[in-house]
């Protein structure tokens, strides 16, 4: 069972890429909200290629968190001390090629969250350094589009390969499967027009913890650190051997006071 | 042919310094990474290249009907012949403000920080007021930034 999930996986990873090369012929960065629109409404089979991308993006961190929860409860690892750190890496680089996309979008909820990641990097010690790359005053989404469609893939495709060692193509057809059925159970989230005037905007799901701390005053230092915690000890699991249930109960508390925060 | 002497014994190998080879081949090894470390510096400089940030605005006065109004840039305030322009981004963390006519404030979608329209701070978790931009009118143009 652990083993088809993790087949899934990648294989829900390889039709989100695919789906988004696709997408790539049309989207325009300097145009972002326009040619997003142009994809969905004007370009033959566009919103089927954007909703497979979505689809297959969202399952894929459901997929994710699924194989990493039936890692832990096993309690031993077969895997070598690098092919750990670098699945650790490549779900750090993961949730932020998520964030990056809901971003290239670039409708009211998409530019509000990019302006919020830009400010909690700016707030933060260290982390001010590494603003340039992410910020670009002629083009809001210039520099997430460049980390969504070339570094983080290929970081992340560096990551997974060294983690698997070997590719199963015929899983494929399995998550390009899943993802039309959830096509047709759930609805895409609407686009909001930049000019449209609400009451409340929001980031990611997985973000929306770290925007009600943000909302509850806490530092963005602190929000950083929180965001990192669950990283901090998958890498540990690994090597505190003898204290591993111990981690996974941490990681059960950080989730459900996260978990708390998101729906708070 | 008697005479040849094989190759390397036309060396002494007793000249042959180990540590020196030792020294010389941690360099040659370490090239690569002094190579790419000395490139770490212009990288940044480079990938942190941007244009100012500033921006100009100009709006004619006769647009500004409503006592505020909202730019993705700026709110402008407008009583009588007072203005006063705002930085339409909240303080904590660069939000497009909202008006709020009903309750006459500035409130963040994101967020819900809250000033009111003088841009002083009302609610967090904003912790300073807003930023007040400069501007100037010229032939009934109010040109901000």
Known sequence: MKIIISWICLALFNVSIISGLILAFIYKPFNAYESVQTITYLVPYGNLFRQIHYFSSELFVVFLILHIILELLKYKIKISA???NYSVFATLLLFFLMF????LKADLNGLSAGQVALSLIEQTPVLEWFLPLFEDTNIFVWKFY??????LPILIGFAIYKHVDKLKTKYFIIGLG???????IFDMPKDLDINLTLVHVTGPWFFRGAENLLVEGISPLLVDIIILIPFMLLISYFYLENRRKTINYLLLLWAALYAYFIFI | MKDQVPIMDQYNLKDVNPKRRKILKTIVKALPFIGGASLVYPLY?????????KFSLAIPLDKLTSPVTKHTKALIKKEGEKIQ??????THMGCILNIDNKNNKFVCPCHSSEFDLNGKRLKGPAKR???ILDYKIENEILYIG
């Open chain 1, 178 to 184: 899943l993802t039309f059925l959830s096509m047709m």
């Open chain 2, 129 to 131: 007021d807003l930023d």
């Open chain 1, 100 to 103: 990056t996309g809901y971003v």
């Open chain 2, 85 to 90: 322009v705002f930085d339409s981004r909240c």
């Open chain 1, 82 to 84: 690098s092919s750990w």
């Open chain 2, 45 to 53: 400089e480079f990938t942190s290249f941007s244009q100012s940030k």
């Open chain 1, 146 to 151: 460049i980390w969504h469609i070339l570094f």
